[in-house]
């Protein structure tokens, strides 16, 4: 009987866990090769919206391949983010979200290219291995929660790149009134294990 309670007591649990998680997946190329036509853009994807900025208009570039994300009009046909350019984003949406992951994907990163990912304190830099790779930017987004910042500057230092794509995993801690609700399928589940027991011991 303790077997069987205990089962029961780990799927309720499971259940309840896997009910809050989920993930938000941001492309930032829209399928056309366009200028976005001002310096800032929204994204959004299941309620939760990221902004990004430049100084320069954004275009948003489907080339096939690695050639796609985000970039800028200016200043040469690629439409891509070149040395000393970049784009800031705004995750300050994240925030009230409990976030167990994040990564960046950047695009069009070709051999001897590459690029920084940086917050207000730490950088990562990107080159022609993590072309078109999720790579986890997690150590900069806690370093942004942390200093109450959620400014993300994607800048190129050789070549030229795109950013093609953010994904986050949450899973938010269950409501009181789950909890309450497992509370209540435990002691139910208890109580007819001590009915179970009691009608075998007749």
Known sequence: MKGWLLSSIVFFGVAVTSASAGTITWNFSTGTSMSLGSTSHTFVSNGIDITASSGTDLFTKTGGGDENGL??????????????????????????????????????????????????????TFNSSDDAKAVSIMTLYTDMKA????????????????????????????????????????????????????????
């Open 71 to 124: 970039g800028l009009t200016c200043c040469d046909s690629d439409h891509e983010i070149n040395p000393g350019q970049s784009i800031m984003f705004d995750l300050s949406s994240l925030f009230s979200h409990n976030v167990t992951s994040l990564t960046l994907m950047l695009g069009s990163i070709q051999s001897g290219e590459a690029a920084k990912v940086c917050d207000l304190d730490l950088c990562i």
């Open 147 to 202: 200093h109450g910042s959620g400014k993300l500057m994607i800048t190129g230092v050789t070549g030229d790149v795109l950013v093609d794509q953010m994904e986050a995993t949450t899973s938010s801690v269950p409501e009181p009134s789950s909890l309450l609700l497992v509370g209540n399928g435990i002691l139910m589940l208890a109580g007819a294990g001590v009915v179970r027991k009691g009608l075998w011991q007749r």
